[in-house]
């Protein structure tokens, strides 16, 4: 599905219109200067959204890390590339027959790349199972992963940091983001600690000693020993003072959380598993029995660009690839973006590595943000694109910066040396500036005053 309007004729030309633009607002110039970034760590634009001259124009033509930012192309590229409608199916197989409750043979499901299979979407896919006649499996649960063909990657290897949630690698059958839900509450003298999802073969401590002093960095406190994955340990306290609280951690053996969270999950709805739970195949020649769906894509975007999920947003530009090449790579998605971005403006696309801005190497420049926000404001999938970016001071990534709450939609993006937003100011009488703001520096994330007065400077005009 594309969209296409005319914009040689109505966008801002950046190069030229650089002239005609202000130079930063004093108040911009003056948080710059108080957070001791010099001009040249940023760029940035304020520009109307149906076109001409630009209001703010500095540096827009120079390439930037953008971060998370990048997943603005991404989405836009989904929904006019897929379309707003788009579901993924993942097929469920029952290799053998069917009688009295028992599946004489193996149970197999493809994955195709759903970004929402969490474990209560994984129950409602089991349960349709058990609606189906099947109680008991005398064979394997068989999880068919092929779809995506995908290098191997250290979780770590990024910023050394395996355990949070955003460094989880995409997979064709993505199971609950391959996170674990840690709540540690204290209770008649310890801390109660409670996991979901279940994995099977994983015992996690049931409780772990109160300590004193103030909160602080609790987690660390914990002395969390992940190194037997089935075997979990808490070697230190928890601080009385914390109260109770809630540790998302990536499972440190993510290749196995599928089968661990798909047997568990089994069972607890009360189903008997004879084999066990293993990756394969798609028998030649078999029929699905039946296929669940995901959420529409113009929902799932909203998880993507609201709350800057990683994984998700590769499990989307890897089905860009998918629906093309019926396999997904990272290669095939690059190559699949830089055609769509050619063919709807024009010349060289960013420079893109998996998708979602969790990247050194992805390049952009605010010329380039400025014309992908006005193209979308002007395409049919305006109010898909628009609300699935966080409003200002009041949800998703942007819910705790309070001033200029619901000025804006804005497209958060933060990494070391990186900070920034791009998206919609919504200015008087109805006008609305498409806004980019990206800081590429050590000191990147003092920006953040500067680009609050952008924002601010921005929705006043005229």
Request: with cysteine.
């Amino acid at each position: 599905m594309k969209y296409r309007t005319h914009l040689a004729c109505w966008l801002l030309a950046w190069t030229g219109a650089t002239a005609l633009a202000q130079g930063l607002p004093a108040e911009v110039e003056s948080a710059l200067a108080e957070a001791g970034l010099p001009r040249d760590a940023v760029v940035m634009l304020v520009a109307p959204v149906d076109g001409g001259p630009a209001r703010v124009a500095h540096r827009v033509d120079v390439r930037v890390n953008p971060a998370s930012i990048a997943k603005l192309s991404t989405t836009l590229a989904g929904l006019e590339l897929l379309g707003p409608t788009y579901v993924w199916n993942t097929p469920v197989y029952f290799d053998g027959p069917v009688r009295d409750g028992v599946l004489q043979g193996n149970l197999v499901i493809k994955g195709q790349g759903d970004p929402k299979l969490v474990i209560e979407r994984l129950w409602l896919l089991l349960k349709r199972v058990q609606s189906m006649g099947v109680r008991s499996i005398t064979g394997d649960i068989v999880l068919d992963r092929t779809a995506f063909a995908l290098p191997a990657r250290d979780p770590a290897a990024f910023d050394g940091e395996p355990l949070r949630p955003y460094n989880a690698s995409p997979d064709a059958l993505l199971v609950n983001f391959k996170a674990v839900t840690v709540t540690i509450t204290p209770q008649n003298g310890q801390a109660r600690v409670r996991t979901e999802p279940a994995l099977a073969g994983v015992q996690w401590p049931a409780g772990v000693p109160l300590g004193g002093g103030e909160c602080g960095d609790w987690i660390t406190s914990l002395q969390a020993d992940f190194r037997n994955p089935a075997q979990v340990r808490f070697a230190g306290t928890f601080p009385a003072a914390c109260g109770e609280r809630v540790w998302q951690v990536a499972y440190p053996d993510p290749a196995n959380y599928a089968s661990r969270a798909i047997a568990a999950a089994w069972r607890e709805i009360g189903g008997e598993l004879r084999g066990q739970v293993r990756d394969g195949r798609v028998p030649a020649g078999a029929k699905p029995a039946f296929e669940f769906a995901s959420p529409g894509l113009a929902e799932v975007i909203r998880d993507i660009n609201k709350f800057s999920n990683n994984v998700m947003a590769q499990q989307l530009f890897l089905t860009l690839s998918l629906q093309q090449r019926t396999v997904g790579t990272f290669e095939g998605s690059r190559e699949v973006l830089g055609a769509w971005w050619r063919d709807r403006f024009g010349g060289e696309p960013p420079v893109t590595d998996n998708g979602s801005g969790l990247s050194r190497t992805e390049s952009i420049t605010a010329g380039q943000l400025g014309q992908l926000l006005q193209a979308a404001w002007a395409s049919p999938l305006m109010p898909d694109f628009v609300a699935s970016l966080p409003a200002l001071g009041l949800d998703g990534t942007l819910r705790r910066n309070r001033q200029n709450a619901g000025l804006a939609h804005l497209k958060t993006g933060s990494l070391v040396d990186v900070s920034g937003v791009a998206g919609y100011v919504h200015g008087p009488l109805g006008r609305r500036y498409v806004l980019v703001a990206i800081a590429n520096h050590p000191r990147a994330s003092a920006v953040r005053a500067a680009t609050q007065a952008l924002v601010q400077w921005a929705a006043r005009q005229p």
